[in-house]
């Protein structure tokens, strides 16, 4: 069970590795040279192979090895990096994601693939490098297989926690892979070993002080440690190899250093005639395991004098939850505001000021905890950015077209389940946007363009919303060619009369396309058709701006979280709704005289602007009469007004959203239902789809 847990856990972190693999190859692209893009890329590689060899991933370890050396030589300037070289490792990424996520789950079902793979790559590796693979065992900590004089050293305390056994962790393992780095001299500290009868065999009593000469830096010692940071106390403290005037530091010094001796108690120590390690370790305050220690560091760095070694990086403390648990807590969250309605409410009717202050302090911070909550499950929607960038290098590459991508807002923040579902549908806008979208560079010549296409994937906050804008410098869209097709599948008739908005909007139809043929891209009319459906799910909205010969700009306004809203509650009859307060706009009285002036036309005169509504009363068949003065809570969804009648406007309320059953999933304009405060349901309102359903019916 729990070698599954570990097995599991390499997975997870494996795919995060491998996304970051193909964005730090994607930015390599365009700035070949970057030596910080170049180091991400080993980085993810060395962690793939060491840690998929911990835990059994073999095939996985054996595949990425020759894949690793060739950027470690990138790293050194013996290559260059070239398109080649890239495009060739984002097939390795992707065999590495098959091998580890395939069928085989974990095991190579295509050794074809890889041995092809691999033998593309190691083409890229100097002969001088081509050297057998020593024979797995022990590496002597005093090798002198290290040749030269090295350019840095460094001490190393490696403390494991006691449990390290129970993750699959074998930690002498570490101090192998430590030791290929360089020179190394290795103490085992067996202090902590405790007598026979009180030893643990699964547990860890031991540590280690290493102290390693290498041209490697930080970062890679790090690296042989980055899987089992958490299961363990690493110290890594650069040791400086200039001249100075007694070859190396005291021994009071390397201890107080360490951390092992504090300076008062060397201070009294130092007041006897002794050497200094007999005197610490009769007087109780270091032992004599951690005395012979730093005798080994003293006596080995003043044997290495070359340069100054790098500062330590900073590493961001983060833990790892399942979403399960983290979706498991946003539903006890949600409930918990519930609990805290009803309560206000049935304390409001009492008027006890006890109950009342208290009842505050409940709401205060249940709000506090909603926000929080949501807030864990906020995800930079950069996160999902290289995906694309991916899409559009290959997509354009089969299309024989020069497209460039540029994203904005990167560090935007949204749901995780809104960014999980909205990966498909911006998969189609721009698989649009290319194959649409971009000409070919010898038209975009001819239109006195820039060779290159360029689409911008921008995001940005804007109230309760975030807003995703795909731009493209391409042909545009014609409304008239639009038209014509549409007639032509019977979408519209041949006389009506279509504003540019209104032709755009025929392209989300279902079955529509401009393509002339089909083909492995396009033409067979889905992709947008998907994107309008998975909006509506994701209560999104999507606008169409376009300019013929210019471009097109797709904007999509989306929700911050699918799983508490704010919202406006009204009451038609006896049933209750919540409208998102995002759409709303304001709130109007409608008089059932001037309902009546208007003949049939449903429509309000609001400063002059005419704004046609919805009266809910009639579209859910609610029984009853309305009353002389009814309420139209008026919507805005991007250039669009429209109104919602209802019978009274109840006031805001923060709406926890349930889905429903599958017997009310697909009722027209409904996206959901929430509690209220005293128990009973309220539905809530899926405006645009409601208006658009309404619109289309009503032509």
């Not at 004599?288 to 003293?298: D, F, M, P």
């Not at 009648?645 to 304009?669: A, C, F, P």
Request: glycine letters at 8%; one cysteine or more; aromatic letters at 4%.
């Amino acid at each position: 069970m729990k070698e599954d847990t570990s097995r599991q856990a390499y997975l997870e972190e494996a795919q995060d590795l491998l996304t970051e693999l193909e964005s730090a190859l994607l930015e390599l692209e365009g700035v070949p040279d970057d030596p910080e893009q170049i180091d991400r890329v080993f980085r993810a590689m060395h962690t793939i192979k060491g840690s998929g060899a911990m835990f059994g991933f073999d095939d996985v370890a054996n595949f990425t090895h020759d894949v690793e050396t060739v950027f470690d030589l990138v790293r050194n300037g013996q290559i260059s990096v070239t398109r080649e070289l890239l495009s060739l490792t984002l097939s390795c990424r992707d065999c590495i994601q098959d091998i580890l996520f395939g069928p085989g789950r974990g095991h190579d079902t295509n050794p074809e693939r890889s041995a092809g793979l691999l033998a593309r790559m190691r083409c890229f590796i100097p002969v001088a490098e081509k050297r057998a693979e020593p024979t797995p065992g022990v590496v002597s900590a005093g090798s002198d297989e290290f040749g030269g004089v090295p350019s840095r050293a460094f001490r190393i305390r490696f403390t494991p926690h006691k449990d390290i056994f129970l993750s699959g962790t074998n930690p002498f393992g570490l101090i192998e892979e430590l030791v290929e780095l360089g020179h190394a001299k290795v103490h085992l500290d067996l202090e902590s070993v405790p007598l026979l009868a009180e030893l643990q065999a699964e547990s860890c009593h031991v540590s280690w002080d290493v102290i390693l000469a290498t041209d490697a830096d930080e970062r890679a010692i790090r690296d042989v440690f980055i899987f089992v940071e958490d299961d363990c106390q690493i110290t890594i403290t650069p040791i400086t190899l200039d001249d100075v005037p007694d070859g190396y530091k005291k021994l009071g010094e390397i201890l107080v250093e360490r951390g092992d001796v504090d300076e008062e108690a060397l201070a009294k120590v130092l007041a006897g005639q002794k050497k200094l390690g007999e005197l610490l370790a009769e007087h109780g305050i270091a032992s004599r395991a951690k005395v012979e220690s730093a005798l080994v560091e003293q006596k080995e760095v003043r044997e290495l004098r070359a340069n100054r070694a790098k500062a330590t990086e900073t590493q961001t403390a983060s833990i790892r939850v399942a979403a399960e648990k983290l979706d498991h807590l946003v539903n006890l969250v949600g409930e918990l505001v519930t609990v805290q309605a009803r309560l206000s409410q049935v304390v409001a009717g009492r008027e006890d000021p006890v109950l009342t202050s208290l009842t505050e302090d409940l709401e205060r911070l249940s709000d506090e905890l909603r926000d929080a909550t949501l807030g864990i499950r906020m995800l930079p929607i950069g996160s999902t950015f290289s995906r694309f960038r991916r899409l559009v290098r290959d997509l354009s590459a089969e299309l024989g077209k020069e497209i460039e991508l540029v994203t904005e807002g990167a560090e935007t923040e949204l749901d995780k389940t809104v960014i999980e579902r909205l990966g498909d549908p911006m998969v189609h806008l721009l698989r649009n946007s290319i194959d649409h979208g971009i000409e070919m560079p010898e038209q975009r010549l001819a239109a006195n363009k820039a060779r290159q296409g360029v689409i911008r994937l921008v995001a940005e906050h804007s109230g309760g919303e975030v807003i995703l804008r795909v731009e493209d410098d391409g042909r545009g869209l014609d409304p008239v060619k639009i038209k014509a097709k549409a007639v032509q599948r019977g979408l519209v008739s041949p006389d009506a009369e279509l504003s540019d908005k209104e032709c755009f909007a025929l392209i989300f139809e279902p079955g529509f396309s401009t393509a002339e043929a089909v083909t492995s891209v396009s033409g067979r009319g889905v992709g947008m058709d998907v994107v309008k459906r998975a909006m509506e799910e994701l209560r999104a909205t999507v606008d169409v701006e376009s300019a013929l010969g210019k471009g097109t700009v797709i904007t999509v306004k989306l929700p911050l979280t699918l799983a508490i809203i704010d919202g406006l509650q009204v009451r038609v009859g006896r049933e209750f709704y919540i409208l998102p307060l995002s759409v709303v706009e304001e709130c109007v009285e409608l008089r059932r005289d001037e309902a009546a002036e208007s003949l049939g036309r449903k429509t309000v005169v609001l400063r002059g602007e005419i704004v046609p509504y919805v009266r809910l009363r009639e579209w859910f068949l609610v029984e009853g009469r309305a009353p002389l003065i009814e309420q139209v809570v008026v919507t805005r969804m991007g250039d669009q007004r429209t109104g919602v009648v209802v019978d009274e406007v109840i006031g805001e309320h923060q709406t926890v959203i349930k889905s429903l059953g599958r017997v009310y999933r697909d009722v027209e304009g409904i996206s959901g239902a929430t509690i209220k405060g005293d128990g009973s349901l309220a539905l809530i309102l899926d405006v645009a789809r409601l208006i658009r359903v309404v619109q289309g019916r009503a032509a």
